[in-house]
């Protein structure tokens, strides 16, 4: 199986006081280079009495554009260490904001550097904790025609590979709409074939990346 990755489906923050700075992480889905900046720029509206509003943000599957900003704050102490969260995470599509109210005491290079990553590793574990983060899937889209005699059997063999269909058409046949892994393919394809005597027919619409979330299927493109 191929390296998990993992997407923000909620937006969460937390908050971290270290000599008095109030640090506030904010976490957001971002598909774009264009998302994640507009959202920064609402933070910034939200917090716009507040002295630093650092960030960093990863966007696309293999994490290969990717910013991060100190905003004011000495060179490496905050946009690099909230960089090195998300890197570890596994996150993709993700922007993470890290707002200082400053509280009168200077921490020193090290401290602060160490407190933008706690505010943003905290954030990302809230995350998790309130389960707003999600395997991202690769895969592909098939779909499954066979009558009616069979529908039993597909849907148990499914059920059985966790499997859950996005779309279930009930017409003179009935047509499944599957999002399934891509090491999964050759095998169902088969499972099908056997359980429906090879009447079924499936076909390969192409591939696609998705998310699984309250047994429900949820596109995430290619």
């Not at 590979?161 to 999002?179: G, R």
């Not at 393919?185 to 499972?191: A, F």
């Amino acid at each position: 199986m191929s390296e998990e990755k993992l997407v923000v489906t909620g937006d969460v923050s937390a908050e971290l006081t270290e000599k008095r700075s109030r640090f506030i992480a904010a976490i957001h889905s971002v598909r774009s280079e264009d998302e994640a900046l507009n959202y920064i720029e609402t933070v910034r509206k939200q917090y716009h009495d507040a002295r630093h509003n650092c960030y960093a943000y990863l966007v696309g599957e293999n994490a290969d554009l990717f910013r991060f900003s100190d905003d004011g704050e000495p060179s490496g102490t905050a946009g690099r260490p909230i960089l090195e969260v998300l890197q570890n995470s596994g996150l993709r599509d993700c922007v993470i904001v890290v707002t200082r109210y400053f509280g009168g005491i200077l921490l020193g290079a090290g401290p602060l550097a160490r407190a933008y990553g706690q505010a943003a590793a905290l954030a990302v574990e809230k995350a998790k904790e309130d389960g707003v983060i999600s395997p991202l899937y690769s895969g592909r889209k098939l779909s499954v025609r066979c009558n009616y005699s069979f529908l039993g059997k597909i849907q148990y063999l499914l059920a059985q590979n966790d499997i859950h269909p996005m779309h279930v058409t009930y017409k003179e046949d009935i047509l499944f709409t599957l999002a399934v892994e891509e090491e999964k393919v050759p095998m169902i394809t088969e499972l099908i074939k056997e359980a429906t005597a090879a009447s079924a027919v499936t076909e390969d619409l192409g591939g696609i990346r998705f998310l699984k979330k309250d047994q429900k299927i949820i596109s995430y493109g290619l």
